[in-house]
């Protein structure tokens, strides 16, 4: 009989790592809505024909990929974006997942990193009440936010 690996239940937030580029934890966002996982970042490619990435979050962090691809990725309002893609070991919960990761402009947003479908798929069960102690950083952003707003207008 073959047995499926037991899914594990997350909340709407969680911490996760990337320790191919840092030891640092990040806060994400875990939407299922979502069908491709998306990294806050700036990409470019160098003389080399590398990928060189900043990452943006609590530091800024530098890594250069000399696999990469680009993907067209759609907003729920039906605008359409094309950006770099790459190939990242994340952790979720303790469960080290290789997957894809667009490079997106995620100031605005309160969580630098959004895990979609491409990494929840088959492995996690999400129930949006658990926060495991997220709410804070999150109202902290979103109040930073808010005033950076108010300071453009």
Not at 25 to 43: F, K, L, M, Q
């Amino acid at each position: 009989m073959i047995t499926e690996k037991e899914k594990k239940v997350i909340g709407g937030a969680e911490t996760v790592l990337f320790p191919e580029v840092s030891n640092a934890p990040v806060h994400a966002r875990i939407d299922s809505g979502a069908r491709t996982s998306a990294i806050w970042g700036e990409a470019a490619i160098d003389e080399t024909k590398q990928l060189v990435v900043t990452f943006y979050g609590d530091k800024q962090i530098t890594h250069t990929f000399s696999q990469y691809g680009k993907q067209v990725v759609a907003s729920s309002n039906g605008h359409t974006d094309t950006r770099f893609a790459v190939k990242l070991l994340v952790v979720v919960a303790g469960r080290k997942i290789r997957a894809t990761f667009t490079i997106a402009n995620r100031a605005t947003q309160v969580y630098p990193v959004l895990i979609g479908r491409n990494v929840l798929r088959g492995k996690f069960v999400v129930d949006v009440k658990i926060n495991h102690g997220l709410k804070q950083a999150e109202k902290e952003r979103i109040e930073k936010l808010q005033s950076l707003i108010k300071k453009e207008e």
